[in-house]
C-alpha cells in the first residue's frame, strides 16, 4: 500500500507541474506568437525534466533500499544475538535447577 501511494504521489506531482507550467503560460500576458515559441521549449524539456526526475527517483530508491538493508542485517544480527543469550540463560538456569533437585 505505500508503495501505491508513493507511485500516485509521483504521478500527482509530475501532472500538477505539467498543468501548472500550461497554465501559467496560457495565462501570462504575452502576444500568441511568444507564447507558441515558450510552448514549443517547454515541450521539449519535458522529456529531459522526465529523465532527471526519473534517475533521482531511481537514486533515491536504491539508497533507501540500501539502508533498509543495512537496517534489516543489524535488527537480525541483535536478534541472534538475543537468541543465542536467551538460550544461554536458559540453559544456566536449567541446570542450576537440575542441580537444586539432585541436592534436595
Known amino acids: 500500500m505505500s508503495q501505491n501511494r508513493s ?3 509521483i504521478t500527482g506531482l509530475v501532472a500538477g507541474t505539467a498543468l501548472g507550467t500550461v497554465l501559467g ?4 500576458p504575452r502576444s500568441g506568437k511568444h507564447t507558441r515559441k515558450v510552448l514549443k ?3 521539449d524539456a ?20 540500501h539502508t533498509t538493508l543495512q ?5 537480525l544480527e541483535r536478534l541472534k544475538e538475543a537468541l543465542i543469550a536467551g ?17 534436595d
Open 46 to 65: 519535458v522529456p529531459d525534466m522526465i529523465e532527471d526526475l526519473s534517475t533521482s527517483l531511481q537514486f533515491h530508491a536504491d539508497r533507501l533500499s
Open 7 to 9: 507511485d500516485n504521489f
Open 71 to 75: 537496517n534489516w542485517d543489524s535488527t
Open 87 to 103: 538460550q544461554a540463560a536458559s540453559q544456566a538456569d536449567f541446570a542450576k535447577t537440575a542441580t537444586e533437585s539432585q541436592r
Open 41 to 43: 521549449k517547454s515541450a
Open 25 to 28: 503560460i496560457l495565462i501570462a
